[in-house]
């Protein structure tokens, strides 16, 4: 059984070399960091002038959602930055390339996600962070030890959660058609987690809580981090637990598939 610091020594021998390879048009390279600052600069904008005509969105204010915004960029930043390669499944699948991937001694996931690192994710990092911590600040929660664990494992459970909508949305690609209309769904809908869930309609909810956790990305976490422990909604303890399932679940069935891929022809 493989161990894991050899699939980290395979992931940055093929990281460095993908890096590498895009570091030969580097203006290129520079204008997809900062094009990422900026579309999520202009997010913030946008949150901003909402607030200029009201004082609160479900009972969460301006500092609220910040954090909110914050948590959810930081949260799909890895996604971002490893996962990427998932757009070009159907393609591989189309042409028959995906076959190579089934005869290496490695996981196929692996393998097939770590071809690509796409760099947007890093600036993506950068602006989430800084909100974080200006929002943190304003919202003047506690700077403890406590409070940082929880951040963490938090996040990580977040992190599960948009890393599994990607592996199994592009899941899809199996299936042939051509597409990714499955992955581009659950891109939209992951931008509706930078919202307290209890703004939308009692079965959107439902979907949110229950079917699709877009909920457990950012608002169950930040309920339990910045609301009295009486306001806490009980799904919330179980946001870290959630995400991990969900993301054994998604790959178990992107592999599942995966092993049933049998070329394009003879």
């Not at 895009?22 to 913030?44: C, K, Y």
């Not at 607030?51 to 971002?80: K, R, V």
């Not at 990305?217 to 303890?237: H, M, Q, R, T």
Request: charged share 10%; proline share 3%.
């Amino acid at each position: 059984m493989k161990t894991m610091k050899f699939y980290l020594n395979i992931y940055w021998k093929l990281a460095t070399q993908y890096l590498k390879e895009r570091m030969q048009f580097r203006a290129d390279f520079f204008m997809e960091l900062i094009g990422m600052i900026f579309v999520n600069l202009i997010s913030l904008v946008t949150i901003g002038i909402i607030f200029m005509t009201i004082s609160e969105m479900g009972g969460w204010d301006f500092n609220h959602m910040l954090f909110l915004y914050g948590f959810t960029l930081m949260a799909m930043s890895p996604q971002q930055l490893l996962l990427d390669n998932g757009w070009t499944l159907y393609r591989h699948v189309v042409t028959g390339d995906f076959i190579k991937y089934c005869f290496r001694p490695v996981n196929i996931l692996f393998y097939f996600m770590a071809e690509t690192v796409d760099i947007k994710g890093f600036s993506q990092f950068a602006v989430g962070l800084i909100v974080i911590i200006v929002s943190w600040t304003r919202l003047k929660v506690p700077l403890t030890l406590f409070n940082i664990a929880v951040f963490f494992v938090f996040m990580l459970g977040a992190v599960f959660i948009c890393m599994g909508l990607i592996i199994l949305t592009c899941t899809f690609g199996f299936m042939g058609g051509g597409t990714n209309a499955a992955m581009m769904l659950a891109s939209d809908l992951k931008s509706y987690a930078r919202y307290p869930v209890k703004v939308f309609g009692r079965v959107i909810q439902f979907i949110f809580t229950w079917i699709v956790p877009i909920g457990f990305i950012a608002y169950y976490p930040a309920c339990f981090l910045l609301k009295d422990e009486g306001s806490i909604p009980l799904v919330a303890y179980f946001s870290p637990l959630i995400g991990f399932v969900f993301f054994i679940i998604s790959s178990k069935i992107w592999i599942h598939f995966a092993n049933r891929y049998a070329g394009t022809g003879n």
